[in-house]
Nanobody
Framework: QVQLVESGGGSVQAGGSLRLACAASGYLNSIKVMAWFRQAPGKEREGVTWFSTRGGGTYYADSVKGRFTISQDNAKNTVYLQMDSLKPEDSAMYYC??????????????????WGQGTQVTVSS
């Protein structure tokens, strides 16, 4: 089992920044991909960014490319999401996810077995 706990959400004005953190614990050796998803009211959960824990690149959704950065601190078993130049359309509940999605399905919700409880991000114009 893997436990994920997000923190760092809040309210910010457009153009501002926030950094989310996802602390992971448990049997982390089983995890192949770590990701951040988000879900706005009335919309489907969508992948924001993800990376393979076994090497390889980092990927971003087109809507956040150049503004968001995912990083990790292996010593703390923590994954971060730095969000800059925030826009009102970035407002959503943000979720950390971990799992073993098949290649090509890293942005698919169904590929992830473990989820955090979510942290709210609100961007005002």
């Amino acid at each position: 089992q893997v436990q994920l706990v997000e923190s760092g959400g809040g309210s910010v004005q457009a153009g501002g920044s926030l950094r989310l953190a996802c602390a992971a614990s448990g049997y982390l050796n089983s995890i192949k991909v770590m990701a951040w998803f988000r879900q706005a009211p009335g919309k489907e959960r969508e992948g924001v960014t993800w990376f393979s824990t076994r090497g390889g690149g980092t990927y971003y959704a087109d809507s956040v490319k150049g503004r968001f950065t995912i990083s990790q601190d292996n010593a703390k078993n923590t994954v971060y999401l730095q969000m800059d130049s925030l826009k009102p359309e970035d407002s959503a509940m943000y979720y950390c996810a971990a799992g073993t999605p098949s290649f090509g399905y890293y942005s698919s919700v169904s590929g992830y077995q473990f989820w955090g409880q979510g942290t709210q991000v609100t961007v005002s114009s």
